[in-house]
């Protein structure tokens, strides 16, 4: 199976202020078809995930532009260029390119 | 809008068989899109239990041991999953999705139901 690290575990962030998820792949992300099939995921307290990013930078329909993300191979990174109380909750990465599909183990994200 | 709601008992004796049903909404499930399961657990995390297509192709996490079912009811525009041989490791909330789908490729689940949790306990 393909292992998604993330890290930091937990983050602490003023408001305002700039924070970053990294996520590493055990293989490569990068499939044939050109694509490369990492996706981040917000899950805020009491609900389901939400879709920011698919394929490593497209932001997902409605997800402000404060989030971007970047990255090829196994190394991929999500931004948040100034974070804001409502992107408090846990972002998780994920990987399609080969099943069974996986997930990162999260990384909490408060606010100072 | 598409809108996906699971439903199912919240809670499930020991070596019985979990049944969830998913009722979507705004989409058929017999249009070019994959759908699936997915947990989370405190211990495990998220954790993809399989995904379908209305072709018949069907995905199942081999974590599971065969234990795992995904079945479709055009008719109604829902799917279910059954789960056998159910033990505490299968305490968890339980998501149906929508899966982003690209020329047959499973990409991302783009749309989430709620969730329904499930305590497996005697």
């Known amino acids: 199976d393909i292992v998604l690290t993330q890290t930091p575990l937990s983050l602490s962030v003023t408001p305002g202020q700039p924070a970053s998820i990294s996520c590493k792949s055990s293989q490569s992300l990068l499939h044939s078809n050109g694509k490369t099939h990492l996706y981040w995921y917000l899950q805020k307290p009491g609900q389901s995930p939400r879709l920011l990013i698919y394929e490593v930078s497209n932001r997902f329909s409605g997800v402000p532009d404060r989030f971007s993300g970047s990255g090829s191979g196994t190394d991929f990174t999500l931004k948040i260029s100034r974070v804001e109380a409502e992107d408090v909750g846990v972002y998780y990465c994920?990987?399609?390119?080969?099943?069974?599909?996986?997930f990162g183990g999260g990384t909490k994200v408060e606010i100072k | 809008q598409v809108q996906l709601q699971e439903s199912g008992p919240g809670l499930v004796k020991p070596s019985e068989t979990l049944s969830l049903t998913c009722t979507v909404s705004?989409?058929?499930?017999?249009?070019?899109?994959?759908w699936g399961w997915i947990r989370q657990s405190p211990g495990l995390g998220l954790e993809w239990i399989g995904s379908?297509?209305?072709?018949?192709?069907?995905y199942h996490n081999p974590s599971l041991k065969s234990r795992g079912t995904i079945s479709v009811d055009t008719s109604k525009n829902q799917f279910s999953l059954r789960l056998t041989s159910v033990t505490a490791a299968d305490t968890a909330v339980y998501y149906c999705a929508r899966v982003r789908t690209s020329g047959h490729f499973h990409e991302c689940f783009e749309i989430w139901g709620q969730g329904t949790a499930v305590t497996v306990s005697s």
């Open positions: 379908f297509l209305h072709s018949g192709t069907t």
């Open positions: 705004g989409s058929s499930i017999n249009s070019d899109y994959y």
């Open positions: 994920m990987q399609s390119i080969k099943f069974p599909l996986t």
